[in-house]
C-alpha cells in the first residue's frame, strides 16, 4: 500500500522488519499521523467503541466455546456448568451476554450518528452500505447465539424466527426444512447455528476491515458535516483521537461491565433458564431488546393484501411481515440513494433535524411494542409506527430533498471552531 | 491450424478463442456447481433423521372424549377421540364461512379420530386444549395462548391470527386401533 520513498525507522529491528513488510509505516500512516477534523464530538467515539466490543465478544465467545457442549441433551447443562464450576465461567459468559446488548448499543448510536450528521452521504455512500452489512451479520450472529443456551426462549425464539420462512410462497417449507436439517428445531439445528454463530463473527472482522478501509480513503465526516479544507482544519489521528477515543472506551466499558456484575440479567428473559421443551409454548414469546423495533414490524402486519372485497390475495399477512421487516433494514440500505440534500449535518438542516428525532422516537415506541403481547391497542400502535418509519424514508426525505432550504455553512472547520461564537449552535 | 487461424475471425466476428474462452467458463461452472451441490445438500434432513420420520401409536387405551399428544418428527401430534357431540359440531359447520375451507370429512379419515399436528399455524406455538383443565377456546377445540387463535373440535382456524386449520399429518390405520403418521 506504501507508495513513494518510505522514512526509516532509527529501530534496527523495526527498520529490518519495516524494510521487508512496511507494516509499520502503514500503521503511522493510517492510526499515527493519520488526518482526521479536529472538531469531532463524542459521538464519534463508538467506531471505536464498537471495534473493542467485537473483539471482547470474540474473546469471550472462542474460551465459551471450550466449555460448550453442541447437542440438545447437554447444551443447557454445559453453560450451567460454565456459570458454576468451570473457573471464571460465571464472568466470561456474563460479559459474552451483557457484550452482545453493549455491542447493539453501540452500534445503534453508531447508526444514529451517521443519520443525524450525513456520514452516509456522497462519497462516503459505500462505506455506509458496508455499516448496514455489519450490522445484518451481527443480527443473523446474535440470533443464533441466542440459540446455544438451548433454554425455551432459544428454542421457540428459534422455532419463531425459522419458520418466517414458510411465507415465501412454493418453497417456503422446503427452505425452513433445509435450515433446521430435520422437522423441528432440533439437533441438527443446533449443531448448524453453532458452527455459524462460530464463523460469522470472523466474517464481520472482514467487513469492518473493508469499512475502515473504505474509511480511510474519504476520509472522517465531522459535525459540521463540510469538507476538510487544509492541514489547518484536522488534528494528527495520535495522540489527539487516541486520547478521546480510549477515554470514551472506558466510560463505555465502566457502564457495560456495571451490568455485568451487579445487574447480569437485566437485559435477558428469565424463561431461558428454563431447558428447551418442544412440547410447551412460552405463554409471551419475546426476542432479545436489541430486535424488539424489527419484531414489532414484522408483527405489524396482520393483514392480507389483495383486492379488496374479494378472495383474491397477493401477500399473505405472515409474508407481508417478513418483507416489511426486512424492508426496514433494506431502507438503511438505500438512505445514500433516498436523501440527495446537499446539505450533510442535521446542525444545518433543521426540518431533518426534526423528522429525524420523530424518526428515534417511533423507532423507541417500535420497541416498546415489540416487547407486548400482539393485542389490544398494541397493535393498530405497532401499525401506525410501522407506517411513519417507512414514511420517514419514502415520504419526508424526498420531500425535503425537494423543498428544505439550502442553509448558509461555515467556510471551514477551522474558523467555525475558532470564531468564539457558536455557529453550530443555529 | 496456425496461430493465425486461432485470432482470425469467422464471418460473424468470433474467433476460436472466444469459442475457448466459452467451453473453459462453462466447465469452470459446471465444475464449481457439482462441487458445491454436496456442501449446499449436507443441510438437508440426513438419513437416520428421515428414518426416524413415522410414529406408530396405539390408539387402544384412549377413551371416547379423550386426547394424547405424541412426538412426530419433534412436532406434537394431537389424537383426539371425539365424543359424538364433538363430531356433530364440527360437521354442522358452514364451510364456506370458514377461513380455510375444508370439511370435517375432508379432515378426519374416521370420524372419531381427529389427528393434527399440534403446532399453531400462526407463528409455530403449541395450543392449548389437551390437558381436561386447559382451556380450549371459544369452539371447544384449541387454543393458542401466544397470539389468541381458537381452533373449532375439527382442528380448524375460528378465530384469531392464525391464517390455516392445524396440519392434518399422513397417516394411515394398519389396524382397527394402531395408526402410522408419517
Not at chain 1, 460465571?90 to 450525513?118: C, E, Q
Not at chain 1, 471551514?412 to 468564539?420: E, N, Y
Not at chain 2, 375444508?102 to 393434527?116: C, F, I, S
Request: with cysteine.
Amino acid at each position: 500500500m506504501a507508495s513513494g520513498p518510505r522514512q526509516k525507522f532509527d529501530n534496527p529491528v523495526i527498520e529490518w522488519v519495516d524494510s521487508r513488510l512496511p507494516i509499520f509505516t502503514l500503521m503511522n500512516k493510517e492510526y499515527g499521523v493519520f488526518p482526521t477534523p479536529r472538531n469531532f464530538n463524542y459521538f464519534w467515539n463508538f467506531g471505536a467503541i464498537a471495534m473493542v466490543m467485537l473483539v471482547t465478544m470474540i474473546v469471550t465467545g472462542i474460551t465459551l466455546a471450550m466449555h460448550y457442549n453442541t447437542s440438545t441433551a447437554g447444551a443447557f447443562d454445559s453453560v450451567e456448568r460454565i456459570m458454576r464450576d468451570v473457573n471464571s465461567g460465571w464472568l466470561i459468559r456474563y460479559l459474552h451476554m451483557n457484550g452482545a446488548s453493549f455491542f447493539f448499543i453501540a452500534v445503534y448510536i453508531h447508526i444514529f450518528r451517521g443519520m443525524y450528521y450525513g456520514s452516509y452521504k456522497k462519497p462516503r455512500e459505500l462505506l455506509w452500505m458496508l455499516g448496514v452489512l455489519i450490522f445484518l451479520l451481527m443480527m443473523a450472529t446474535a440470533f443464533m447465539g441466542y440459540v446455544l443456551p438451548w433454554g425455551q426462549m432459544s428454542f421457540w425464539g428459534a422455532t419463531v424466527i425459522t419458520n418466517l420462512f414458510s411465507a415465501i410462497p412454493l418453497v417456503g417449507d422446503s427452505i425452513v426444512t433445509f435450515l433446521w436439517g430435520g422437522f423441528s428445531v432440533d439437533n441438527p439445528t443446533l449443531t448448524r447455528f453453532f458452527a455459524l454463530h462460530y464463523l460469522l463473527p470472523f466474517v464481520i472482522v472482514g467487513v469492518v476491515f473493508l469499512h475502515v478501509w473504505a474509511l480511510h480513503v474519504t476520509g472522517s465526516n465531522n459535525p459540521l458535516g463540510i469538507d476538510v479544507k487544509g492541514p489547518q482544519d484536522t488534528l494528527p489521528f495520535h495522540p489527539y483521537y487516541t486520547m478521546k477515543d480510549m477515554f470514551g472506551i472506558l466510560v463505555f466499558l465502566i457502564v457495560y461491565v456495571a451490568f455485568v456484575f451487579f445487574m447480569p440479567n437485566a437485559l435477558g428473559h428469565p424463561d431461558n433458564y428454563i431447558p428447551a421443551n418442544p412440547m410447551v409454548t412460552p405463554a409471551h414469546i419475546v426476542p432479545e431488546w436489541y430486535f424488539l423495533p424489527f419484531y414489532a414490524i414484522l408483527r405489524a402486519i396482520t393483514f392480507d393484501i389483495g383486492i379488496p372485497f374479494t378472495d383474491i390475495v397477493f401477500i399473505e399477512a405472515k409474508l407481508g411481515g417478513v418483507l416489511a421487516m426486512f424492508g426496514s433494514i433494506a431502507m438503511l440500505f438505500i438512505l445514500p440513494f433516498l436523501d440527495t440534500h446537499p446539505i450533510r449535518s442535521a446542525t444545518f438542516r433543521p426540518w431533518y433535524r426534526i423528522a429525524l428525532f420523530g424518526f428515534v422516537v417511533v423507532f423507541l415506541i417500535l420497541g416498546v411494542c415489540g416487547s407486548k403481547p400482539a393485542e389490544g391497542f398494541w397493535v393498530p400502535l405497532s401499525q401506525l409506527c410501522t407506517l411513519l418509519y417507512f414514511a420517514f424514508f419514502v415520504v419526508a426525505i424526498p420531500f425535503f430533498n425537494k423543498k428544505e432550504p439550502v442553509a448558509e455553512l461555515p467556510p471551514s472547520i477551522h474558523q467555525a471552531v475558532l470564531t468564539s461564537q457558536p455557529v453550530a449552535a443555529e | 491450424m496456425t496461430a493465425d487461424n486461432a485470432h482470425s475471425p469467422s464471418e460473424d466476428g468470433s474467433t476460436r478463442r472466444d469459442f475457448l474462452y466459452l467451453t473453459a467458463a462453462a466447465f469452470g461452472a459446471v465444475g464449481a456447481g457439482s462441487v458445491a451441490w454436496p456442501f449446499i445438500n449436507q443441510m438437508n434432513p440426513a438419513a437416520d433423521t428421515l428414518a426416524m420420520s413415522t410414529t406408530e401409536v396405539d390408539l387402544g387405551p384412549i377413551e371416547v372424549g379423550q386426547s394424547i399428544t405424541v412426538m412426530w418428527r419433534g412436532k406434537p401430534v394431537f389424537i383426539r377421540h371425539r365424543t359424538p357431540e364433538e363430531i356433530a359440531e364440527a360437521e354442522a359447520v358452514d364451510v364456506s364461512s370458514l377461513r380455510d375451507k375444508e370439511t370435517d370429512k375432508q379432515r378426519a379419515e374416521k370420524p372419531a379420530w381427529l389427528v393434527t399436528v399440534g403446532v399453531c399455524t400462526h407463528l409455530g406455538c403449541v395450543p392449548l386444549g389437551q390437558k381436561t383443565g386447559d382451556a380450549k377456546g371459544e369452539y371447544g377445540g384449541w387454543f393458542c395462548p401466544c397470539h389468541g387463535s381458537h381452533y373449532d373440535t375439527s382442528g380448524r382456524i375460528r378465530k384469531g391470527p392464525a391464517p390455516k386449520n392445524l396440519a392434518v399429518p399422513p397417516y394411515t390405520f394398519t389396524t382397527d386401533t394402531t395408526i402410522k403418521i408419517g
